[in-house]
């Protein structure tokens, strides 16, 4: 069975027909309802969420499976219990392990040691379930085929997702960022080599004026992540040119839509005008965190 850690996990095709579930479940409420009946679906949560919990544990329960929610003080992974063991325990009881976890290895050692399915819910890498709602909430707008998405913020793992996700598909990917806060070398590296392929693009810079001229979708984050709390002073300081208020939107094509994964700082990443707007699809975004992963569920247990 694949797993799904990064975004590029299932290829072009898979992550298509990821899209074309999540599509087809948001316009057809109750379509897919029992394909998981009598299933188990792990639900682990190092980090607190609400959009991931929530979105997630509603998927599966409209897919008649049962959520089994495990927090980092009922399970510890890696102090309590060595990593490879904690995904031995799991592998045994559970259909699917999704993991919300500060630090990506884990996931990597636990799709090592599970055979069932394994989905990155987060990571300090990576974000892919964000990914696929982010595209499936563009593709409500436009095809995803040479759409020009700029990111204005920090080059974290929501960044590193959309490049990857995007550039599978054949998107012009912008990444703004102050200098030092770009995404990873190796991710951008990644990300090329898959937009030469398919007819897409990348471009990192650190002037978001020009990456957002143009642009098909404008799209932020919080400048200070979970587990960044000492640096957000500083950071603020460093991001304050990168807020992405009406008039920089605005650059952005006459009908540009813009996203962000929440929650949202008004006032600080973004302006509460850009977020009311009313071609903002933030909450679009959120409800459709919903539908992707029930598609998920269902293309990774082969049941949709």
């Not at 049962?66 to 003080?73: E, I, S, Y």
């Not at 399915?117 to 987060?122: Q, S, Y």
């Not at 909430?137 to 085929?145: F, G, K, S, V, Y």
């Not at 605005?250 to 990443?269: S, Y």
Request: glycine share 8%; proline share 4%.
């Amino acid at each position: 069975m694949a797993d799904y850690l990064e975004a590029t996990d299932l290829g072009d095709d898979g992550l298509r027909e990821v899209l074309r579930l999540a599509a087809d479940s948001k316009r057809n409420p109750g379509a897919y309802a029992g394909r998981l009946s009598g299933r188990k679906v792990g639900l682990f949560f190092e980090k607190p969420s609400t959009r991931t919990r929530v979105s997630c544990e509603a998927a599966t329960v409209d897919l008649g499976a049962h959520p089994v929610v495990l927090t980092a003080d009922e399970v510890g992974l890696g102090k309590r219990e060595a990593v490879e063991d904690v995904g031995r325990v799991l592998d045994r009881y559970l259909d699917v392990l999704a993991f919300r976890v500060f630090d990506h290895r884990h996931l990597e050692t636990i799709a090592e040691y599970a055979d069932a399915p394994v989905i990155n819910l987060l990571s300090d890498r990576a974000h892919p379930c964000q990914a696929a709602a982010d595209l499936q909430t563009i593709a409500e707008h436009r095809p995803l085929a040479g759409a020009a998405v700029t990111y204005v913020g920090d080059g974290n793992n929501v960044c590193h997702s959309l490049m990857l996700a995007g550039a599978l598909v054949g998107m012009h990917i912008r990444v703004a960022s102050p200098a030092g806060f770009e995404p990873a070398v190796d991710v951008t590296a990644r990300a090329t080599a898959l937009a030469e392929a398919s007819g897409g693009s990348v471009r990192i810079t650190n002037d978001p004026a020009e990456a957002v001229d143009g642009a098909d979708v404008v799209y932020t984050d919080v400048w200070t992540s979970m587990g960044q709390e000492e640096e957000a002073v500083a950071r603020q300081a460093r991001f304050a040119p990168f807020q992405v208020d009406l008039g920089l939107f605005e650059r952005a094509a006459d009908d540009a839509i813009f996203l962000h994964c929440l929650p949202a700082h008004r006032g600080e990443e973004v302006t509460a005008e850009v977020l009311e707007h009313d071609r903002s699809r933030v909450f679009d975004q959120a409800e459709n965190r919903m539908h992707s992963f029930g598609a998920l569920l269902l293309y990774l247990t082969g049941t949709g």
